[in-house]
């Protein structure tokens, strides 16, 4: 049975290694015009331009070359997310080419997309470098010449939300995005009230000398202040709505057992139930007493006005 068993094991072990796809280097695609470059194999170019000058830019101010990773792996350091890029934010002087290295480190599609480029010289408004499963892709754009905060993010479902999310700055920028991890705090907080209890909050989180003794940045401080404060202010708003109902309900219920032990008192059953259906009835009449007398109300006013 032993035997078997790693036989087994061993087996699983050799068909894994075979389904995994090794790394691809996606050198060879067809151009497709308009800076569009594509394979077969799930290697893609978008928006590739490695000659013609923005408006603005009088020539090439740097030949800048990065090299950006994307991967499960690189989440690992953002609680709750589960996709992002190995670096989170980029700066260029204006008017820069830039060529950008892609590199997939997972067995799925990631994409790096690069949003509200010009579209007289960007067709689709777009820089995009996408790789399907492990493999590296080549792709080249001249910035722009003003300052601006481009997107940079992986259009799958659900990578952005959950993680693989980036700004690209290009001189000054026009501002900073929100929920890029570590860089600026989510829009929507994660609520983890419910793993308070499990999870170990460093005393001192409290004041203001959080990001020295309780984050690795500033800005997980931020991002921890920014949880913690929704979380506080959540979990008040549910603990006293939750109090409140209570007091009432037992007030009420304690009301109505009293009422009904004067009622029931000396009572054999079949008196008592008798005597419920009785108080249930009463109970109905009383409520629909309103009702009725609105309706009337109503009715007589209709009945009363002076005709034309
Ligand atoms: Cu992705």
Redesign the pocket.
Known sequence: MTKLLSVLMLALAVSNLASAKEFQNHTQMMNHGDGHLMDMDGGMVMGQNTDELPGGCESISEDKEITVH?GHKYAEKFPGTM?AFDIQEYQFKPCTKLTVHFINDDE????WMMHGLPKYLYPKGMFHLEVSGPGEVTGTLILPSDDKTYLVH?D?AQ?MEKG?KAQLKVGKGSGDLPSIPVVTPYAIADDYSDLESEIAIPSGTDDESVGAAGAASPADAVQTKANKGSVESMQASESSLFSGLTVIGLALGLILAAFLATQLKGKNFAESVTCLFELTGNAIVLLFKPIKWLIDLTLSKTKALPKE
């Open positions: 994307a996709f799925v599609r990631h994409q992986c799958i990578h693989m």
